[in-house]
């Protein structure tokens, strides 16, 4: 039998340590990517052990195989339509009876199991001693113990697992007694089921009688006849009075009696130790005084890490690719302009580099984000927040992103992969871009000092800042209330042990989301780059036009005469009503590749030359040509309007449609031109 | 037939069972002097009554070894704390009971009821809680009436009565049971049922809060909300607005 291929599908509780015993299975020889159809990530690996090509696939972590995320959705299907050969599930020794409940699950299915009972250096530590073999032999399965992050028990995992796959054990449909009331309602049920239901085919009649009398929904859909449907009504109608609680509640009572049975004879606490090391670490991080400082001074580290750690190396990466933009243009004579080389380096080098510079960013951000997840942390961050982000309908997990916005909507919009909920993740993406982001401030330091005294400076700034986040606030609370309406999502959620992060662990965490962030957002920002640069150059104006004009003047002309220029222009009537003329127009097409862009073009059209946000001539001509107000409209705008378009397009990839890149885009502006419209006419009728 | 050999259990026994829950519940194991102490009873007595549940197989059980309940021990101790519960909340709620001589009475009642009559009981509960033309409001009056041995005026009681029924028809009814969200930090208490049913409550179930289950307030958040729960021995978050679906009883 040499030579053959195994299927094997990894389940396990989230924090179950699962990672560490897929790491451990398959060594390097790993691929991630997407479930179909879902954000979900599919992870899976290969090992060849005794002749045998074995492939692991890494199921989403779930506590249960029910319908209730996308995660278990996900989960159940892989397990019921591809039919791996064997299903491994991990166990945390450490508190093996809530871990259990998913094995009881996937025994009701059929399908040849193995358990691998991890984590057994803490349950020993614990004081937890198992009766391997007699527990083995209540719940008709091999048990393995490991220890994943030490690579332990993992050879007699494999050949539990080939020993499994060609020889299944005996059938555990009817593991469980759910006693004589339920038992004879399945058994109503069973008799409706129909024999030829995709469903009975492949696993019999009892597994999805005893699914339908729990009423999961993504069952129920699946086509069944109305007698199975009036059936189900009526018994579910029946038990719910016999018990007073719903079937399924009473189904999880029992499954939980059956687990707590076969624990209490074969596993024994010796120690009564009733906190552990992480009950003490809580009492200080979770303190009621004390949580609340150490959260702001976690995230305080963080956004430190990220910004201030990160920008010294932004500058390397800047200074990398202005090299490469001059050496490239030194492939061709001085003073010969061509095309190409305008594409090479104003265009692609240029574009894709202006964001590839935040790759130091984002793996800083990835690696704080992977230690405190690895760490357990996260979910006590989020334990905290959510009493405020509840009120505006949103996760306590979704504080963290938000924060990251502060420096850049990128990492921001790819750290909210922490939020399991999707309305709640697209509310979060939707409101991200509010928060005013780093790349905004120089234009803030420009247009503050031109207009206002020095002792307002810090206050405009403050303000500026604040309206971001009002405005994300309204607007959450108005997206859950309009399009991601629906039940508030719940807080559920598992306060896991805090952990030891392992360097591999959160090193391969960092770099699976870093990678996906240069491969998609790379290849979509290369094209968005080419289409801007070539809207900002072409078409070039005649050379008698430019002929009496120096270089500054020549390249205002140019800039006038271009396709974005052209826009700027147009739009003049539009955008009057905000009190911007077509200078701020065409800055404001330009800031679309990235917002401290709109200086330089600034620059540009008032015939500057390059300029940057301490450029005093470039104040003094604001200064001169708008008032105060024009100046903050200016602000208020850049901060609300459509984020730059790398962000739509990470933006795009997160979401998985243009659609929502596009909602957001066209949003944000429309919201950005109604406010400053209100804030111009009022405060000019206000000014007189 | 020899008493140890069937099924059928007495009443001190049942209480035996009883106090053994609790004390595994609060503690992990049961010793024999945690249960006579509890139950007012003599050490020796303990060891007879606990050889037979142990025959009976409802304990784990050997001599100066900690006890513990089996599964049928469990499915039979929350049947009697759910029959406890039950008559509890009927001399309470419907007879006005002090709670007091209610858990007394509850105690001494519980064991003899035959389940068709149990079964009733509960119907009974529930439909004078929700018959409008009896309600909360009817028996309130009678306890009054009890209390305060007035003569009857009935055609005000009916006037007032369509009044509060429909004014309760606007209003949510509001529960008198004892939640997870009343208890505060370090306070414990067991699952009785789940209030309302959508898919956090059945998720909840999932995760282990199950009848039964022992379940202990760890802490709550620094600003008020969500809360942390200990139960199957691992920590779970909730918000208060899903703890007050689920009904306990304190430990």
Known sequence: MTGKIITVALAGNPNSGKTSVFNALTGARQHVGNYPGVTVEKKEGFRNYNGYEIKFVDLPGTYSLTAYSIEEVVARNFIIDEHPDVVVDIVDSSNPERNLYLATQILEINVPLVLAFNMADIAEQRGIDFDIDKLSSLLKVPIVPTIGNKGKGIDKLLEEIIATATNPGPDTSHLLNYGPEIESEIEKIEKFVDQEHELAEKYGKRWPALKLLEQDKDILDKGHGEEVIEAVARSVKYLTRHFGDGPEIVIADKRYGFISGSCQEAVKSSVESRHTASDVVDKVILNRVLGLPIFAVLMYLVFRLTF??????????????????????????????????????????????????????????????????????????????????????????????????????????????????????????????????????????????????????????????????????????????????????????????????????????????????????????????????????????????????????????????????????????????LGFDYRIGTALIGALAAKEVFVAQMGIVYSLGEADEDSETLRAKLASNYTPLQGFCIMLFSLISAPCIATLAVCKRETGSWKWAFFQFFGLTALAYVITLIVYQIGSFVAG | MDITESRQLTASLEDYIEAIFWIVSAKGAARARDIAKRLGVK???????????????????????????????????????????????????????????????????????????????????????????????????????????????????????????????????????ITLADLMPKEKGVVLKMNRRNSVTKRLADMGVVRGALIEVERVAPLGDPIDVKVKGYHLSLRKEEAVNIIISRG
């Open chain 2, 43 to 177: 050490a020796s007595s303990v060891t007879g009554a606990l050889q037979v549940l142990a025959k009976k197989k409802y304990v784990n059980y050997a001599p100066y070894e900690v006890v513990t309940l089996t599964s049928e021990g469990l499915e039979e101790a929350k049947r009697i704390i759910r029959m406890h519960e039950v008559l509890r909340d009927f001399f309470v709620n419907v007879l006005g009971i002090k709670s007091k001589i209610a858990e007394e009475g509850a105690c001494k009642l519980e064991h003899n009821i035959p389940k068709p009559i149990f079964d009733r009981l509960i119907e009974f509960m529930e439909f004078i809680e929700t018959c409008p033309r009896a309600g909360k409001y009817w028996t309130d009056k009678f306890i009054k009436q009890c209390n305060l041995k007035k003569a009857r005026e009935c055609e005000k009681c009916i006037e007032q009565s369509i009044k509060s029924f429909k004014k309760e028809r606007t209003m949510t009814q509001t529960s008198r049971e």
């Open chain 1, 308 to 577: 201030w750690v990160g920008d010294p190396m932004m500058g390397w990466m800047e200074g990398f690719f202005g090299w490469l933009g001059a050496v490239v243009a030194g492939l061709w004579p001085p003073g010969v302009e061509s095309p190409v080389k305008s594409l090479l380096v104003d265009g692609i080098i240029g574009g894709v580099g202006g964001v590839i510079v935040f790759l130091p960013n984002i793996l800083l951000l990835f690696l704080a984000i992977a230690t405190l997840e690895d760490s357990g942390y996260m979910a006590r961050a989020a334990f905290i927040m959510d009493r405020i982000m509840h009120k505006i309908g949103l996760h306590g997990k979704s504080f963290i992103p938000m924060l990251i916005g502060f420096g850049c909507s990128i990492p921001a919009i790819m750290g909210t992969r922490i939020l399991e909920n999707r309305r709640s993740r697209l509310t979060t993406i939707m409101i991200i871009p509010l928060m005013s982001c780093g790349a905004r401030l120089p234009i803030y330091t420009l247009i503050i000092p031109a207009f206002f005294e020095q002792r307002w400076h810090g206050f405009m700034l403050w303000l500026i800042y604040v309206i971001g986040i009002v405005l994300a606030i309204i607007c959450a609370k108005l997206l859950r209330h309009t399009l991601f309406k629906g039940e508030t999502i719940p807080f559920v959620m598992e306060l896991p042990s805090y952990r030891m992060p392992t360097l591999r662990g959160i090193l391969t965490h960092m770099w699976e989301r870093s990678w996906l962030f240069l491969k998609k957002a790379g290849t979509i920002i290369l094209v968005v780059s080419i289409i801007l640069w070539a809207a900002t150059s072409y078409p070039k104006p005649g050379e008698d036009r430019l002929a009496a004009l120096d270089e500054e003047q020549a390249q205002a002309v140019e800039f006038q005469y271009s396709i974005a220029g052209r826009i700027g222009i147009a739009m003049e009537p539009a955008i009057k009503p």
